[in-house]
């Protein structure tokens, strides 16, 4: 089977920038969570830091202020959760809020919420797991001050892998909430 | 949608019981006992048998093949090799020569004959013989048009299949499934249909969107399934013959793991709100649905008794996923599962006796079995990832999916006793089997 490596070596860009950005903030461990209340909204673990856009570039060529890229790379798009698991982590909460500050900046951007979920469990449950991750990331969102309007949520089940591998670390990587922006970005 | 067009025409297969021609066949000998084959022992071996190819004009040694194919891959039979053997059966009301058959090893004969009538119409005539008792077990005779030949060996190999095992059928059938192709990073998912055996493959959908959970209504000319797309969830009616597509219900959130009820007058499905998702029910007539768990927990993957009377479906609500059984109205639920291990997609047996189900346990996956009460449990499969069985219509044997490091998923079978598992015909890339009910 081919792997396309061109779109791994991509993912793993981001998730490089994701997790550097992560590794800035202090990273408290875990909270011990109720695990059966629905998508519950986790309050962060610090006061997230003020957004400032991206310093004037010393490469020729940075992120435009309000860009997809900007919020990719600058930001992070997705946060990872544990097994079997849907409440926001401590460790994701400060990159969550930054996603709410900076969607505070830019208000015209809609995004959509994409939960994804590890290979170890079926396709069905899934889904309906993936669906509660990206609801939990909405609601963290929506208590952060961004419109619900702007949010909607969508759920890949098992069906969007971004880690082809079979190992622990594999599935963690496959276990998120990715914020796509679909519209109103520069 | 790509039109599954003549792939589901109604079959005009007519089945009479050939007696005149054979009254005084079956020699007078000792009054054997009839050869017989034990399915729920498993068969610890296989009976050996004999199927040369048909005489008579064109197909006939196809038929054969087909009928041999069949009984080969339920692993409860042995098809031998008898190309040399030197009685070459012209005429099906010619008794055989029974120690050239003999001879063979083989147990039971399977000979028919193959006729084209003047108006073109296909005409097979087989017998079942037991070889050593020297009786005649079965002789039947179909007519059909020529292109449905591969049917009429199939209904020749259930017709056969019944008659030594004592259990219905279950090679007149289709199986509907998702069909994969390109790497795990970028999946391209197919909904297709195909004989149970493999042959004529048909993909239903282009691969633009994922599709998943194909199942089938009970007169096996609807599929309902799921589509995701990046604008969202739904779930699609597919009539098979017409190749009408509807879609079911309206939701805000996310919509899957629908299954039709055994009548086909209800479809069940998940439904997702704000995180929390639910069974809901929609009466195909009314057009009504009904929410029937409450529960802030998943309750997903609905599956009908075959009475209609109640459901089997999976829910974390006691922490991890189990196995629960409802009435159909949503009341009086309790759970079956309390093994360890989470258990999920559970789907009630066409006879009603069991519940298969996908469970997770030890790092690794199982396609197993239980009766509807939770007892019984047995673990039939064990794999990196085995997922999502299907009944065959005779609730004897199992279809599922397979998926290896390796990260390409196969279709395989297993019978309730756990010794026959084989990969099934089919060798693509493919998930999500479906299995059919017995074709009209």
């Not at chain 2, 990073?185 to 197919?190: D, E, H, S, V």
């Not at chain 2, 009970?218 to 309902?224: D, K, V």
């Not at chain 2, 219509?393 to 390796?406: A, D, I």
Request: proline share 8%; glycine share 10%; with cysteine.
């Amino acid at each position: 089977m081919n792997f396309d490596t061109q779109r791994a070596a991509r993912l793993a860009l981001i998730g490089l920038a994701a997790a550097s950005l992560a590794a800035c903030a202090s990273r408290p461990k875990p909270e011990p969570v109720a695990p059966q209340q629905p998508a519950p909204v986790a309050q962060p673990a610090e006061p997230a830091k003020p957004y400032t856009p991206p310093p004037a570039p010393a490469q020729p060529i940075g992120p435009i202020p309000g860009s997809a890229q900007d919020f990719v790379v600058n930001i992070g798009e997705r946060i990872y959760f544990d097994t079997d698991e849907y409440v926001v982590r401590a460790d994701a909460q400060p990159l969550l809020a930054g996603q709410a500050q900076w969607l505070n900046r830019y208000p015209s951007v809609k995004v959509r919420i994409e939960g994804n979920a590890d290979e170890r469990g079926t396709r069905e449950y899934n889904l309906a797991l993936g669906a509660r991750r990206a609801n939990a990331v909405r609601d963290f969102l929506v208590a952060q001050g961004v419109a619900a309007a702007r949010i909607e949520t969508l759920s890949y089940g098992k069906e969007r892998p971004i880690d082809a591998g079979t190992t622990e670390e594999a599935w963690a990587k496959n276990r998120n909430a990715r914020t796509a922006l679909t519209d109103g970005a520069r | 949608m790509m039109s599954p067009k003549g792939n589901v025409m109604r079959l005009k297969v007519l089945m009479l019981m050939a007696v005149a021609l054979l009254g005084g066949v079956a020699l007078a000998g000792p009054a054997a006992a009839q050869i017989e084959v034990d399915i729920n022992a498993g068969a610890v071996k296989p009976l050996p048998i004999a199927v040369p190819a048909f005489s008579g004009s064109g197909r006939g040694a196809e038929i054969a093949q087909v009928i041999t194919g069949n009984l080969e891959r339920s692993g409860l039979f042995q098809p031998l090799n008898v190309s040399s053997v030197s009685d070459k059966l012209p005429d099906v009301n010619v008794q055989p020569r029974f120690p050239d058959w003999q001879a063979t090893g083989a147990q039971a004969l399977i000979n028919g004959q193959v006729t084209v009538g003047p108006d073109g119409g296909l005409r097979v005539d087989f017998r079942l013989w037991d070889v050593f008792s020297q009786q005649q077990l079965l002789g039947l005779q179909f007519s059909s048009t020529p292109d449905n030949w591969r049917r009429v060996a199939h209904k020749i190999s259930d017709a056969v299949y019944e008659r030594l095992t004592g259990e219905k059928g279950y090679f007149d059938t289709r199986v509907a499934f998702v069909a994969e192709s390109g790497p795990k990073l970028a999946r391209i998912k197919r909904l297709a249909i195909m004989d149970q055996d493999g042959a004529n493959p048909q993909f239903l959908t282009d691969g633009s969107y994922i599709v998943m959970t194909p199942r089938f209504s009970a007169t096996s000319q609807e599929l309902t399934y799921m589509a995701l797309r990046p604008t969202g969830s739904s779930i699609y009616l597919l009539n098979l013959e017409t190749s009408r597509q509807e879609t079911v219900g309206r939701f805000p959130g996310m919509v899957f793991a629908p299954r039709f009820s055994p009548d086909g007058s209800k479809v069940a499905f998940s439904v997702e709100k704000g995180g929390n998702s639910d069974i809901y029910v929609l009466d195909l007539r009314s057009r009504q649905s009904t929410r029937i768990t409450t529960d802030p927990s998943i309750d997903t993957s609905p599956s009908f008794s075959p009475d209609g009377s109640k459901i089997v479906f999976n829910s974390d609500r006691g922490g991890q996923a189990q196995l629960y059984v409802m009435n159909a109205d949503g009341s009086g639920v309790r759970r079956i599962s309390y093994g360890g291990g989470r258990y999920t997609t559970p789907v009630w047996s066409p006879r009603g006796d069991f519940i298969a189900f996908t469970k997770q346990t030890g790092g690794q996956f199982h396609i197993g079995v239980m009766r509807t009460d939770g007892s019984d449990e047995r673990l039939l499969t064990t794999s990196y990832l085995d997922e999502g069985p299907t009944w065959a219509p005779n609730g004897r044997v199992l279809m599922y999916f397979r998926e290896g490091s390796g990260g390409t998923p196969r279709l395989w079978t297993v019978d309730i006793t756990g010794r026959i598992l084989r990969p099934a015909a089919y060798q693509g890339a493919a998930s999500d089997p479906a299995w059919s009910p017995l074709l009209d």
